[in-house]
C-alpha cells in the first residue's frame, strides 16, 4: 500500500509562485513514477509533470513546459513541483500519483493518488 499526501497550496496571485509537495509513505518500491495531476471543474483531469525515480528523468506537458518543476528530495520521499508565472487558468485542484507501469500522462495508468490540494489564483 501507498500513501500519497500533497499540500501547499492555496491561493495565489497572477504571476506568483507555489511550491507543491507530495509525501509518499509505504512500499512505494515498485511504484516509481511519480506524476502531477490537476483538476479544474468542470475539466477532465490533465497531467502536468512526472518523474521517474529510477533515473530522475523528468517529463512535462507541453502546455506546462517552462513554468513549472518537478524534483525530489530522496531523504524525505517527497516530490514536489514548483510552479512559476501562475496564471488563473491554473486554477485546479493538484493531485500527485503513483505508478508502476512506466512513464505515462495518462491519469488510468497511476494505481494510487493523493487527496489533492487546491490552488487559486485570483487577483
Known amino acids: 500500500q501507498v500513501q500519497l499526501v500533497e499540500s501547499g497550496g492555496g491561493l495565489v496571485q497572477p504571476g506568483g509562485s507555489l511550491r507543491l509537495s507530495c509525501a509518499a509513505s509505504g512500499f512505494i518500491g515498485n511504484y516509481y513514477v511519480i506524476g502531477w495531476f490537476r483538476q479544474a471543474p468542470g475539466k477532465e483531469r490533465e497531467a502536468v509533470s512526472c518523474?521517474?525515480?529510477?533515473?530522475?528523468?523528468?517529463y512535462y506537458a507541453d502546455s506546462m513546459k517552462g513554468r513549472f518543476t518537478i524534483s525530489r528530495d530522496n531523504a524525505k520521499n517527497t516530490v514536489y513541483l514548483q510552479m512559476n508565472s501562475l496564471k488563473p487558468e491554473d486554477t485546479a485542484v493538484y493531485y500527485c500519483?503513483?505508478?508502476?507501469?512506466?512513464?505515462?500522462?495518462?491519469?488510468?495508468?497511476?494505481?494510487?493518488w493523493g487527496q489533492g490540494t487546491q490552488v487559486t489564483v485570483s487577483p
Open positions: 518523474i521517474n525515480l529510477l533515473d530522475s528523468n523528468t
Open positions: 500519483a503513483a505508478s508502476g507501469g512506466g512513464v505515462s500522462y495518462l491519469p488510468q495508468d497511476y494505481r494510487y
